[in-house]
Structures are given as C-alpha cells and as structure tokens.
C-alpha cells in the first residue's frame, strides 16, 4: 500500500503503518551516520543537548556526495543502517521515531521500536542520484569538521522509502524471506 506522510511523524501516523508499506515522505528529517551518531552518544554521556531536537523526528543514515551545480545535494543514497545499532536504542528512547537506512537491525533495535512506537524505513540503495531528487535543501547543523558525516538538516519532498519494520516489530526482512522460500 502506497501512503503520503509528513515529518516530524506522529504517533497516529506510525499505527498505520505496517512493514512492507511504501511511503513518500515529506517535511524535514536529519542525517546522521557513525561519526556523528558516536558525538551524540558522548554528548549525552557528558550531560550535553543534542543538536537537534531528536523527538518525533527521523535520522537517515545518509552521507551525500557533493552537490551539483543548481542542486542542494549531491547523491543521497542510504547507508548501512546496523553500524548505528550500539546507539539506536537510547536515541529512540529519547524521542526518535524514525530511521531510514537500508539492512536488517538487530533486535535491541527492534525491542526499542515496539517499546517507543517507531518505524524504520528502508530506501533503495544503489539509488543516491534518484533520492537526491527529492531534495530540496540541505543545510549543515552541527559536526562540520566531519565533512559528509556531519549533520544535516533536509527538506524532502515525496522521498520514497519502504516500511521494513513497524511499530509492532513486524520486518520485512523476515516476512519476505519467508514468503519467498515457500515459494
């Protein structure tokens, strides 16, 4: 099933939401891979605010390759979304409602999802210039000494990503590879 969602995500749009939906996002999400991911751990460790407010919203584990002329960003495909396992649970504790990566998480991740009510999405790796399109700003908040691993704060605009786990711990991962074995 095909749905429209808006950022910062709401609870009421999360329990719709079932793994194996496809969703166009728009509205504002942050990125965040492992360099910065281990700066806001230690930032929390030593009492700090993160720098952005993390609730409701969603991180994509994402570093863009540079812009081209006339364009906000370059190619913007996902990462692997597992190498931010270590810090996920505390982030969706805190707030975080949303990831979008691509790969399976393990199941802390998943634990922390059905606790917090969450969603990860998956987007189509391989797929940076297409996703890039759907861009329409992107600006550096925070951790600019770590170049395409720094923080950024992106406008979207009917970005296309995959439920691949629901609130209720459902993955896509599993469902699939199920389905397609019995086939």
Same mark, same amino acid.
């Given at each position: 099933?095909?749905?429209?969602?808006?950022?910062? $995500?709401?609870?009421?749009?999360?329990?719709? !939401?079932?793994?194996?939906?496809?969703?166009?996002?728009?509205?504002?999400? %942050?990125?965040?891979?492992?360099?910065?991911?281990?700066?806001? %751990?230690?930032? !929390?460790? &030593?009492?700090?605010?993160?720098?952005?407010?993390?609730?409701?919203?969603?991180?994509?584990?994402?570093?863009?390759?540079?812009?081209?002329?006339?364009?906000?960003?370059?190619? &913007?495909?996902?990462?692997?979304?597992?190498?931010?396992?270590? %810090?996920?649970?505390?982030?969706?504790?805190?707030?975080?409602?949303?990831?979008?990566?691509?790969?399976?998480?393990?199941?802390?991740?998943?634990?922390?999802?059905?606790?917090?009510?969450?969603?990860?999405?998956?987007?189509?790796?391989?797929?940076?210039?297409?996703?890039?399109?759907?861009?329409?700003?992107?600006?550096?908040?925070? %951790?600019?000494? $770590?170049?395409?691993?720094?923080?950024?704060? !992106?406008?979207?605009?009917?970005?296309?990503?995959?439920?691949?786990?629901?609130?209720?711990?459902?993955? $896509?991962?599993?469902?699939?590879?199920?389905?397609?074995?019995?086939?």
């Amino acid at each position: 099933m095909k749905k429209h969602l808006n950022v910062p $995500l709401k609870d009421e749009d999360i329990a719709q !939401l079932k793994a194996g939906d496809y969703v166009f996002l728009s509205g504002t999400v %942050y990125t965040a891979r492992d360099a910065a991911h281990k700066r806001m %751990y230690e930032a !929390l460790r &030593a009492g700090k605010e993160l720098p952005f407010d993390i609730r409701g919203n969603i991180i994509y584990y994402m570093g863009p390759s540079p812009a081209r002329e006339g364009r906000p960003i370059g190619s &913007a495909g996902p990462t692997t979304a597992s190498r931010m396992d270590k %810090y996920t649970p505390e982030l969706l504790d805190l707030g975080l409602k949303g990831m979008i990566g691509k790969g399976r998480r393990t199941e802390a991740v998943r634990e922390a999802v059905i606790r917090n009510g969450a969603v990860y999405f998956a987007a189509v790796g391989g797929a940076g210039a297409l996703i890039s399109k759907s861009i329409t700003s992107s600006e550096v908040i925070a %951790y600019d000494d $770590l170049g395409t691993e720094a923080i950024r704060k !992106l406008t979207i605009e009917n970005l296309p990503v995959i439920v691949v786990m629901d609130r209720e711990g459902n993955n $896509l991962y599993d469902t699939a590879l199920k389905e397609y074995s019995e086939v």
